[in-house]
């Protein structure tokens, strides 16, 4: 199968089971795998569904170009507190390299100039040089901390030396210096130096629906996650990733989700415990101690900060109905941002309330449906049993039409949502604990009926801080497993569109575009079908 579609702006599609010639074929093919990287299965994680092995890959298949245009790659770094100019390779005498041809200037008593003699200079403030100093001098070795304030460093600072390092970095020696009352010798790096570098990267996120989840669900069995080793790096390659994971074996205890969540860090304990249960009983101070139907959400968007993980291990389920239900946030926010600007804007700019009054408790505050977080992946809170029964709204003709606006955008997003290609249900069974990312992959469990038996599942929090330093200190393992999904987020969301006919593909093509995004001579591959943006 080959065609090519009537509009000149839209998408063109070509199978890798075409019956095209061999010439055209082979030109397609190199087209795609001249800027590509491949992406290979790499670990074996045993199904739940199966007794048999399955290989499962990270990343999505096939190839995946390198990324130009719009900077939305779902690759995600952590830089370092401080900036630093671009490493070049100085020389205190204003001499030039073979390599980068840098100059360093010392014109004044307060910056360094240095850069390519061609361009403007970059100009380093002494002062802020000389505080980021990291020697054990300056730095407490054991406990990380400085050992001086950064007011505490005099304006005036000599340099009596500098030079370039052979990795690229820069070392300073700055004369008769404050703290050692000397000379201080100051290693700069040049992942210090480069701003443009981040400190750490993680994998890329895959944004999926509901059949790509469950091709690829990952089951990792209880003592697998507890021995700390290949098998606890897997799942946590994937809860990053897919942002939702499956342990199963766990002790009938009440305190193995205790056990399950130390492995990544403290919980965060909030006004419903340490632990919680949630089953159902009567007078329930949340819809969720209840048997009734609970639609995707995320828990306590009415506080300043949400958990980050939630983990519910499941005691007892013998009643009838009571499946969980997950959708990828994440992926419906790109779909809306693919979509029309109008809706994706309106649900970015009008903020809604959320909030808790019951039982001694008053927590509330406002936020977006999606935040916009400018070429990262975007945010998204969403908890329609938490919103406040009255929202500020301006008692005009405007604020009139601005609210039907929202409530049109917001209904395409749930349908983004809730819609049955994007809802993963499954109903768990005692055993099993599930892990998922509170801020990105919403939540919600059909209703079940009390008089055919029992439903029980124990629940704990993760804060976001304590989740994103366990990631941090396990980046290079997790890079070791692989990238994960590269392409940027906004032409994965173009794939899911084309799959599932969200949006007009003319639109989109022109919507990418008005994002920044590079559609020239643009393709990538995904389960044997080429698609071309033209």
């Known amino acids: 199968m080959s065609r090519r579609l009537l509009n000149p702006k839209s998408f063109q599609i070509c199978s890798g089971r075409a019956s ?3 010439g055209i074929r082979q030109s397609i093919t190199n087209r795609v795998n001249r800027y590509s990287i491949p992406l290979s299965c790499k670990y074996e994680i045993r199904s739940q569904v199966t007794s048999q092995s ?4 990270t990343s999505m298949r096939g190839y995946v170009p390198w990324s130009r245009g719009r900077s939305t790659s779902s690759q995600t770094s952590i830089r370092h507190r401080r900036g630093y100019a671009h490493p070049l390779t100085p020389d205190p005498t204003e001499t030039t390299t073979a390599h980068l041809n840098p100059v360093i200037r010392l014109k004044d008593e307060d910056t360094i100039q240095y850069g390519d003699p061609d361009k403007k200079p970059l100009v380093l403030d002494r002062h802020w040089l000389r505080d980021a100093c990291q020697c054990n001098l300056c730095v407490n070795p054991d406990s990380g901390q400085k050992n001086f304030s950064t007011c505490d460093v005099p304006t005036r600072l000599p340099i009596k030396d500098i030079k370039t390092t052979d990795d690229g970095g ?15 010798v100051s290693h700069y790096t040049a992942a210090q130096i480069n701003a443009t570098q981040p400190e750490y990267k993680l994998p890329g996120c895959t944004l999926w629906d509901a059949p790509r989840f469950e091709e690829g ?6 003592n697998d996650w507890m021995a700390g080793e290949r098998g606890f790096l897997s799942a946590m390659h994937r809860l990053y990733t897919f942002g939702l994971i499956f342990v199963r074996n766990v002790p009938s205890s009440e305190e193995s989700v205790i056990s399950i969540a130390s492995k990544i860090g403290n919980l965060q304990e909030t006004f419903y415990g340490r632990t919680w249960d949630v089953r159902s009983k009567p007078n329930a101070e949340n819809v969720a101690y209840t048997n009734e139907f609970l639609g995707l959400h995320q828990d306590l968007m009415y506080m300043k900060d949400p958990p980050r993980l939630q983990l ?4 007892e389920n013998t009643c009838e109905g009571g499946e969980s239900m997950f959708s990828d946030g994440s992926r419906a926010a790109h ?19 959320y909030q808790y009054k019951k039982h001694g408790h008053h927590y509330q505050i406002a936020r977006p449906v999606i935040e916009n977080t400018r070429g990262q992946q975007l945010l998204v809170s969403w908890a329609p049993p938490f919103q406040a029964s009255t929202q500020r709204m301006a008692k005009t003709r405007w604020g009139h039409d601005n609210y039907r606006r929202w409530l049109q955008a917001a209904t395409m997003f749930r349908h983004l949502l809730e819609d049955k290609q ?12 599930v892990i998922f990312d509170n801020l990105r992959v919403l939540h919600g469990r059909r209703q079940f009926d009390t008089a055919s038996g029992s439903r029980w599942l124990k629940g704990a929090y993760i804060g976001d801080e304590v989740y994103r330093s366990k990631l941090v200190n396990l980046s290079k ?4 497993l692989g990238e994960g999904n590269t392409l940027p987020f906004l032409y994965q969301a173009s794939l899911l569109n084309y799959s599932w006919k969200i949006w007009d593909h003319g639109e989109t093509i022109n919507r990418m575009k008005q994002l920044g995004a590079s559609t020239g001579m643009r393709g990538y591959t995904e389960d044997g079908v080429t698609i071309w943006y033209s």
Do not use: A
């Open 217 to 222: 669900r990952l089951v990792i069995d209880y």
């Open 312 to 315: 519910l291990h499941c005691l």
């Open 20 to 22: 095209l010639s061999p």
């Open 54 to 57: 399955r290989q499962y890959s």
């Open 170 to 184: 820069l070392d300073v020696v700055w004369e008769i210096d404050f703290l050692s009352s000397g000379d201080h």
């Open 477 to 480: 393992e997790l890079l070791e």
């Open 335 to 353: 779909l809306m941002e693919l979509g029309p600007h109008k809706h994706f804007n309106i649900l970015c700019n009008r903020n809604i309330r």
């Open 422 to 433: 994007w809802m993963y249900q499954y109903k768990m069974q005692p055993g099993e604990c």
